[in-house]
């Protein structure tokens, strides 16, 4: 007898998962939580608003893969940005979504184990159980935005969002940015292109309509009013760096031909440092220069930093993960992290007040 079927043909099954409803339930929010999350938020805010005159730093491991690294890498931070906390504003990135060219490992949401087990639910509580512990130890926190229906699960406890190079150009990324609480920084196209960005901007300021889920797992119509906090996020491209002075002037310039006002950030990483992570500190020293020759639109920096320097692939025997070392895009070390960071606050101290 021949297979009449016309739907999911190439699908091999359907699992279900946990509402957002019941994952919060087993994993509530803190007050401590809460008041860590709405701080963060509304700093950024107010430096996006020019009514904070510090510079905000989306600063830590490109992907986290262990739970336990992410603690003390944290614990690290927290301290430093107590330090610098004068001039810069620091907030960890907690990103567990990465988003492939072609395959491999997507992040601890799809994959926590690793090994193509793919056990979502487990990742998806080991993703909440870590920001809950972290915003609880009052750090403001980031995360990439890339699957549409996490957000549900986890933007309670997020500070700052990034749309990656890849989905800035996709409806649904603008659609779902334009509900996140978090402001939200889109990335210029992979082939450097400002104009998938700027188009993103003007979409997600306004309200949508799609289909999403709720709360309870509902498969609903989600109406957003906009998302008035959304930048842009340079972060080189087509080969070629793109965060000198004369390529933000040309941001700028874009940007205010849009009737947008220029909000810039710097991704120190990607194709702005050559993808060695070695040059990532240089790009933040050509800022704090831009800065104090006179630039009033960089608003922030994103830095790949993490225990120690570079990368390492996924090995077949877990056990020989070297620990603190990043497992996609390379990473300067804690070492570098401060001592960049600390160059950077003495560069600006005196001067963002004025600016």
Known sequence: MSDSRVEDLNIESFSPLVTPDQLKAELPISDSAVASVQKG???????????????????????????????????????????????????????????????GWK??????????????????????????????????????ALDPISPQYLQDL??????????????????????????????????????????ALKSVANPHRFLGIDQSGSVS?????????????????????NYDSVNVSLAE????????????MIDCSHENSNKDPALQPLVMDNVSNQILEGNQSIIGLMVESNIKHGRQNIPANLDDLEYGLSVTDGCISWEETEEAVRKMHKKLKDVLPQR
């Open 221 to 241: 119509v989600v109406s957003t009013k906009g998302n008035h906090y959304a930048h842009v996020v340079l972060r080189g491209g087509g080969g070629k760096p």
């Open 41 to 103: 938020r509304q700093v950024i805010r107010d430096i996006i608003d020019r009514k904070d005159k510090r510079i905000f730093l989306v600063i830590g491991p490109c992907s986290v893969h262990d739970v336990e690294a992410a603690h003390d890498y944290a614990a690290r931070l927290r301290d430093l940005a107590e330090e610098v906390s004068d001039t810069l504003y620091l907030v960890m990135r907690v990103y567990f979504e990465k988003p492939r060219t072609t395959v």
């Open 107 to 144: 992040g601890m949401i799809n994959d926590p184990h690793m090994n193509d087990t793919f056990k979502i639910q487990e990742g998806l509580h080991r993703a909440r159980k870590l920001l809950l512990d972290l915003a609880e130890m009052g750090l403001p926190l980031s995360t990439e």
């Open 253 to 264: 310039q874009a940007l205010s031909k849009a009737d947008l006002v220029p909000n810039i």
């Open 158 to 199: 997020i500070a700052w969002s990034a749309i990656g190079a890849r989905t800035t150009e996709s409806q649904t990324h603008r659609e779902m940015a334009s509900g996140l609480s978090s402001a939200v920084g889109f990335k210029n196209g992979t082939d450097g292109s400002l104009t998938v960005a700027v188009n």
